[in-house]
């Protein structure tokens, strides 16, 4: 088979890194790629949203499945741009993917089935959901209801940040037309995991659930980001929270799409707060998670082409996936300044240096004209390992992240810890 994956960062690396051990594949394009996958596969230079471009591409290719990574193309359209050349994709329709393209779409999806999430609102009017916020308690959470990059989710503490943000975002437009309406959400105080599943509109199953740490700074000082590191499995997330979301939400997010005349097929990523031991969804993706993705995938036995084939044949009932029983952790490494402002194109030294059975996953990496790799963007690798359990897991990370450097390097110190303190505590 000849595959096309779309998309540049650490998941789209993953997935490459995956879908090249498959026997059924000969040869992997990715676009746009990075220095990661240049290594393993052919980079072509399309941008992920130019969807007539990367079908004229996969059409000259012979491409037999193409693998979409990111939100953007999935929203505007790239899986049913690819049914209409009769070229096998991997992702939910536009109209599906405004699970996530849409806050509000998916808030009455869940309202209308009884999928538990947080209480709240919808609003296209600034002056009603500034008459809403004054009576809301705090923090209040405001999000934009479209694509966002990360950036559309305040949580307010005061109402005049609310008011502010509010403001910003219906009335200055700072986020475009994806802050033509709002969402306005209860705040809801636990811990945060990550469920993703494969979907072929009828069946569901299930990935290891992930934590991702979304703050800059250690003990989750600071901005948000696009995720700093990650690691499977939480030991707070049982295997009855995980059948009870699998049933509760995820195969009800399902039904509910074929109802609407939107069937849902790919990954559907549920986004969830466990409270006072009961799980409430605070978002829905239509894709897999980065940085979840790299240290889910080192998890899977199961060939991932066959699942991939297997829903888009609807015949993912028939597919054995098979999950190793060990624990991977991912820690990001970041350009000094990120989130903020920062530079590229420093040469990255040791990526080479490491052990055998430690990943690393690039993202903003690119060749220097002299062949060196080099920093190219805010998240630039993720160095993952997976072990018999959490600390072993972390162990071997940050024993082998210490190897790689490059001018202003960045990373949390303190991933996963959480759960060694947690295991500390119980004994
Ligand atoms: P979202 O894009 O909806 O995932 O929101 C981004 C982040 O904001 C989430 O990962 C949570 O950390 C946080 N968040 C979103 N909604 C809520 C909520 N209702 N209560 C508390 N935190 C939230
Ligand atoms: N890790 C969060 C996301 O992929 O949206």
Redesign the pocket.
């Known amino acids: 088979m000849k595959t096309l994956v779309v998309g540049s960062g650490g998941r789209e690396h993953t997935l490459v890194w995956k879908i090249v051990q498959s026997p059924r594949v000969e040869r992997v394009f990715v676009a746009p790629g990075n220095a990661g996958t240049a290594a393993i596969a052919e980079n072509l230079n399309l941008h992920p949203t130019d969807i007539e471009g990367l079908g004229k591409a996969a059409e000259k290719k012979g491409i037999d499945l193409a693998v979409v990574g990111p939100e953007a193309p999935l929203a505007a359209g790239i899986v049913d741009y690819f049914n209409s050349l009769d070229i096998p994709v991997f992702g939910p329709t536009e109209a599906a993917a405004r699970i996530e393209a849409s ?1 509000g779409f998916a808030r009455n999806l869940m309202e209308k089935c009884g999928i538990p ?2 209480k ?1 609102a919808v609003f296209s009017s600034y002056h009603e959901a500034r008459a809403y916020i004054q009576e809301q308690h705090l ?1 209040v ?1 405001i ?1 934009a209801d479209g694509l ?1 990059a ?1 950036k ?2 305040v ?1 307010a503490g005061s109402l005049a940040e609310a008011e502010k943000a509010l403001a910003d975002i219906m009335e200055a437009r700072i986020l475009g037309a994806a802050g033509d309406r709002v969402v306005i ?6 811990r ?1 995991v990550s469920l993703i599943a494969f979907t072929d509109g009828k069946t569901v199953s299930v990935m290891v659930p992930a934590c ?1 740490y ?1 703050k800059i700074g250690d003990d989750d000082q600071g901005p ?1 980001t696009g995720g700093m590191g990650s690691y499977s499995p939480p030991g707070f997330f049982s295997a009855a929270m995980t059948e009870k979301v699998t049933r509760d939400v995820l195969l009800s997010a399902v039904k509910a799409m074929a109802k609407e005349g939107t069937p849902y097929k790919g990954v559907l990523y549920a ?1 969830l ?1 466990v409270t006072n031991g009961e799980p ?1 969804v ?2 829905f ?1 239509a894709r897999f998670g980065d940085p979840e993705t790299q240290v889910v995938l080192p998890l899977l036995k199961t060939d991932l082409v066959d699942i991939i084939m297997a829903v888009i044949e609807g015949s993912l009932d028939r597919v054995r996936i098979e999950w190793r029983s060990e624990a991977c952790v991912g820690v990001v490494m970041a350009s000094g300044g990120y989130p903020g402002s920062y530079k590229t194109g420093f040469p990255i030294q040791g990526i080479g240096s490491v052990d055998k059975d430690v990943l690393v996953f690039h993202a903003g990496t690119k060749l220097g004209n002299d062949g060196n790799i080099c920093t190219d963007g805010g998240r630039v690798l993720t160095v993952a390992g997976a072990g018999k359990d959490i600390a072993e897991a972390r162990e071997k990370v940050y024993d082998n992240i210490r190897r790689i450097s490059f001018d202003g390097c960045y990373y949390r110190k303190d991933i996963a810890l959480r759960e060694i303190h947690s295991i500390n505590s119980i004994a």
């Open positions: 806050k999430c947080a709240g923090p959470v999000k966002a990360g559309g989710v949580i959400d209860e705040y809801v105080n636990g945060e991702d979304k948000n986004g707060m409430v605070l978002e993706n």
